[in-house]
């Protein structure tokens, strides 16, 4: 936990600003679990049915996480998972995989995730082309925005928590990806949105955080500021987009759920 809290840049801009999710013995900063960490229970799943697929080719897409309460500091999860969906995208296929995790002890459901990953070159094999979901983008200026920097060795450290694709270490992988270099795993700029929006908008209190998704629309280069965009819709929903300084945007159609708000759809 304090590992994956690093490698999405708690303590990055001030080393004590967020040691409840950095330490776990510092005098009145009780260490709490950062809600995005959920994603790492079913990370494995990510990906199912892409096996025999080029991995250079293979890029997340989107990822979805619903938390159905405060993720425990300690356990045992037990995870099922199934391919949901596989779309026919022309230039490439769209496969969809959803997750559920329970407490291995009680079988209380802990979390539910739904991730898709985009294999390019494998479209045209006839299967449905339903389009994604279309979201309105938000009207008029954001009620807030956020700033996070990223580390140049961001990558580096993220891996770590598990996810060792070489494209975001090995030059020479990157290349025959398509990339100029190594870029920041989607997963990291999904976390650092959802850390920064956890003690923005939350306060740093996990039950306020329920659920949070998003689609990633373009690679950041490690060392990159992110800037994130929030606009506040009626009831327990907030719409966000997470861009770099120069105004792409890397993570579209972002929708976070609070306190007993999940999110629909």
């Given at each position: 936990m304090l590992l994956y809290a690093l490698g999405v840049g708690a303590g990055q801009a001030d080393p004590f600003a967020e040691l409840e999710l950095t330490t776990e013995n510092s005098a009145g900063?009780?260490?709490r679990v950062?809600?995005?960490?959920?994603?790492?229970?079913?990370?494995d799943t990510i990906g199912m049915g892409t096996a025999d697929a080029d991995q250079a080719m293979v890029v997340h897409a989107e990822q979805a996480l619903t938390l159905h309460r405060p993720?425990?500091?300690e356990g045992t999860a037990h995870v099922t998972a199934q391919v949901v969906e596989v779309l026919d995208k022309g230039s490439g296929a769209l496969v969809a995989t959803e997750a559920v995790a329970v407490d291995a002890q009680t079988q209380e459901l802990l979390l539910t995730t739904r991730s898709a990953v985009f294999v390019r070159g494998a479209g045209g094999f006839g299967g449905p082309r339903r389009g994604a979901r279309?979201?309105?983008?938000?009207?008029?200026?954001?009620?807030?925005t956020f700033r996070a920097g990223t580390r140049p060795d961001q990558a580096l450290l993220y891996r770590l928590s598990g996810d060792r694709n070489p494209l975001h270490s090995d030059p020479r992988f990157a290349?025959?990806?398509g990339f100029e270099r190594p870029i920041?795993?989607?997963l990291a700029t999904y976390g650092i949105t959802g850390r920064v929006l956890f003690n923005e908008l939350c306060?740093?209190?996990p039950e306020r955080f329920r659920a949070i998704r998003g689609r990633f629309t373009a690679p950041v280069t490690p060392g990159e500021q992110l800037v994130i965009k929030v606009w506040r819709e009626g009831g327990d929903a907030v719409r966000f987009r997470t861009e770099t300084a120069d105004g792409v945007v890397v993570l579209d159609r972002g929708r976070l759920g609070l306190d007993g708000g999940l999110l629909q759809g």
């Open positions: 900063a009780a260490l950062l809600p995005t960490f959920g994603v790492l229970v079913t990370q993720l425990p500091l279309r979201d309105e983008p938000p009207v008029g200026p954001p009620d807030a290349v025959r990806s920041l795993h989607g306060g740093g209190v």
